[in-house]
């Protein structure tokens, strides 16, 4: 018998569960609290990097994410002044390129699409799950319910999936990383970028300024400084002036790409992570992927990736259980297959973010020295481990940790 696989949450991850779901032959659902046009939109662009291009590869879409996408080829870090601190060659780790970064609402829309009409139902606020005579009763605040035989909760950091789960748990708050990240998309036209980069981020003192291409000519942005966790938010109308500020001292091209954004275009929002409950994060029938389980910090690029690799690895697990009566035992190998390859990407995001964050002089001076003597090759094989990454199609329990 097939299983049916409810999912909830219709960002990245459980999109892609949906579209793995469909192409592995099992019945699904999908449910997105939030309308169709909040769901397929998004702020700034997302860089899908080799590993989880090679979950696109398996399914089919990996050609349409670069032609709508910018291929990510050479980039690193520089100082504030724009001198290299870090440049990568992707051969090293032997790839043609990275990956590819493209829009968010782009990448949204694309995924959306890719599914089967009737799938995906907006305006479905989950609510709680009940387990009867081996099915799960999935309940929303509209009164509605629907019936199947796993749940999903692809539903973001603040998950209701992880909470209705743990209904008789005290559950850790994520974990404040102590920085805020600001998003959004420029107009690069006039902007005097080296060619050769498709990608750069810039270092300064507790703050950090990056730009990468996402297709047809655009560019989008992203930057992080350290404020206290209690600090207010920035005023609508604000923003732009206040990165002004927080980037007077950074050389061209930082200051230009400000001058570029369009208020109303600018993205704030704090940065928190969390690790995965151990040894297992689901429960019965019930599993979490993506930020749900294990949000990371984005300073390697990973958070949307790990919940692509999640959801591709769900699915084949749920493909290949013998046995409907054996569910609730697949998805507990599926979240300890999972967690040391995630406890690497969280453990390698906190380091990187930690170094970006450094505000004492003399520590950001030795960090740049560090990384200017640090030759090319040794720097890109530090994540060989990541982008060696390659979905199987299978789940075993012996396979390694990426």
């Known amino acids: 018998m097939t299983p049916k696989v409810i999912i909830i949450g219709g960002g990245i991850g459980g999109l892609t569960c949906a579209i793995a779901c469909v192409q592995a032959g099992l019945e699904v659902e999908l449910y997105e609290k939030r309308t169709w046009e909040g769901m397929v939109s998004g702020p700034g662009g997302i860089f899908i990097q080799r590993n989880a291009m090679s979950v696109y590869e398996k399914l089919g879409l990996a050609k349409a994410l670069y ?48 599914l089967p009409s009737g799938i995906v139902q907006t305006n479905k606020k989950f609510v709680e799950v009940k387990e ?10 509209d009164g509605d319910t629907t019936w199947g035989d796993v749940l999903v909760g692809a539903d973001g950091l603040y998950s209701q999936v992880r909470v209705s789960l743990n209904a008789d748990k005290v559950l850790d708050p994520p974990v404040y990383s102590g920085m805020r990240c600001w998003r959004g998309y420029f107009n690069p036209e006039g902007i005097n970028f080296n060619p050769e980069y498709t990608w750069m981020e810039y270092w300064g003192k507790g ?44 050389s061209s091209p930082v200051p230009q790409i400000i001058e570029a954004l369009e208020e109303t275009d600018i993205y704030e929002d704090n940065i928190y992570d969390r690790l995965p409950l151990t040894p297992v994060w689901g429960k019965n029938r019930v599993t979490l992927i993506g930020d749900a389980a294990h949000p990371v910090q984005p300073s390697i690029g990973q958070g949307g990736c790990m919940a692509i690799e999640d959801a591709y690895e769900l699915v084949y697990s749920i493909k290949t259980c013998a046995d409907l009566s054996q569910l609730a035992q697949t998805l507990r190998q599926f979240e300890q297959y999972r967690t040391p390859r995630i406890t690497q990407v969280f453990e390698s995001s906190r380091q ?41 199609g299978q789940y075993s329990a012996s396979r390694g940790n990426g």
Not at 222 to 227: P, R, S, T
Request: charged share 25%; aromatic share 14%.
């Open 207 to 250: 703050d950090r300024l990056a730009y990468f291409t996402i297709g047809d000519g655009q560019r989008s942005f992203y930057a992080f400084d350290n404020v206290p966790l209690e600090s207010p938010r920035s005023q609508p109308g604000t923003r732009k002036s206040l990165l002004r500020q927080l980037f007077k001292h950074y």
């Open 352 to 392: 990187i973010s930690s170094l970006g964050q450094l505000e004492n002089p003399l520590s950001c001076q030795v960090r740049n020295w560090i990384y200017r003597l640090t030759p090319t090759w040794l720097g890109d094989l530090q994540f060989k481990w990541l982008f060696d990454y390659q979905p199987s």
């Open 132 to 141: 009867k005579e081996e099915k799960i009763e999935v309940c929303f605040e």
């Open 67 to 114: 032609e709508k996408g910018g291929k990510i080829k050479k980039g690193g870090f520089s100082n504030a002044q724009g001198k290299p601190l870090y440049i990568n060659s992707p051969e090293f780790v032997n790839c043609s390129d990275l990956g590819v970064c493209l829009g968010r609402p782009v990448l949204q829309k694309l995924l959306y699409d890719a």
